[in-house]
């Protein structure tokens, strides 16, 4: 259900903001639920619905609007520790992060109380709230299974393959740091519950990185090695063929073999054969400029 996973997401993030808090000393339990109601219970006098709508689930259906329906359920009253009509304006429209907001902005008001102290006092209201909405949830089942670790196996292969996504198979869109450590934060912050693990699988990933993309340019550099290996045997080969004329030779001979009637005997045929193989001194000609550059 949506709600299960926005829930897990707003207490995720009120965990964040309550570490910052000092030990709590007493946590007053009215306090708080009139500051949570004061978000998530508007009009619920006669919309039961009302905190499943806002601050449970979007399965619930939709909360009424209107300035009359969105009357803070704290109006007339102190703001101290509610949540006033002006701080609602900020409130999101989404359920889920209604309540992760709304709890982040309570926990400001009443610093003694915890994400804990709201899991306790405000679950089983909304719970309540959404079983009137007909939607059957046990939130407190569904968070216990969210919160279950991933193990590193799990981390490790969401996160390599958020990185195949970003940086390429063989790393060809991180070749640089800059944009490894950028695609390995976005990973990291997608693959929730993963942080002990992160700088272990950050060093292996980075070291498959390094050796792919040092086994990259040791192709590249093999392939150019290759290239120039057998340019330089065509040149030695064309550069032997010239020497002594071996090359002209040769051609006058197979000229004079194959179509030349009197297989050049005579002075007038030799001459017609070596006018035809011509080409070989201009080409022993030209490779010897190249070679004296």
């Known amino acids: 259900m949506k709600y299960h996973k926005i829930f897990f997401v707003a207490l995720f993030t009120c965990a964040h903001i309550a570490a910052t808090v000092a030990a709590p000393a007493r946590c007053s339990k009215q306090n708080l639920t009139r500051c949570l109601d004061s978000a998530c219970a508007i009009n619920i006098g006669s919309n039961p619905a009302a905190r499943c709508q806002y601050c449970g689930t979007s399965d619930a259906g939709t ?19 509610t949540l006033s009509d002006k701080e609602l304006k900020n409130a999101p429209s989404d ?12 926990l400001k008001k009443l610093p003694d109380c915890t994400t804990e102290d709201i899991s306790d ?8 709230s959404c079983t009137a909405a007909g939607v059957a949830m046990k939130i407190s089942a569904a968070t216990s299974a969210i919160n279950t670790k991933p193990t590193k196996s799990k981390c490790q292969a969401s996160i390599t393959k958020c990185m195949n996504t970003n940086c390429g198979i063989g790393f060809d869109k991180c070749a640089a740091d800059s944009d490894f450590d950028r695609a390995i934060s976005q990973c990291a912050t997608e693959s929730v519950g993963c942080d002990e693990y992160l700088a272990d699988l950050r060093g292996e990933i980075n070291a498959t990185r390094t050796q792919q993309l040092a086994d990259n340019n040791n192709a590249i550099e093999g392939l150019t090695k290759a290239y120039q290996d057998n340019r330089k045997t065509r040149v030695n080969s064309a550069q032997n063929s010239c020497k ?13 073999a194959t179509n030349m009637v009197g297989k050049c005997e005579g002075a007038d045929e030799k001459i017609m054969a070596s006018n035809l193989c011509k080409y070989w001194d201009t080409a022993c000609a030209t490779l010897n400029r190249v070679k004296q550059k």
Do not use: F, H
């Not at 329906?69 to 704290?74: C, G, H, L, T």
């Open 63 to 81: 909360p009424q609007t209107g300035k009359k329906a969105m009357k803070s359920v704290s109006a007339g009253k102190s703001s101290k520790n």
């Open 95 to 106: 359920a889920g992060k209604r309540y992760m907001w709304a709890s982040g902005e309570c």
């Open 121 to 128: 006092v405000y679950d089983k209201l909304i719970e309540q």
């Open 244 to 256: 002594n004329k071996n090359a002209l030779n040769k051609c006058v001979e197979n000229i004079c």
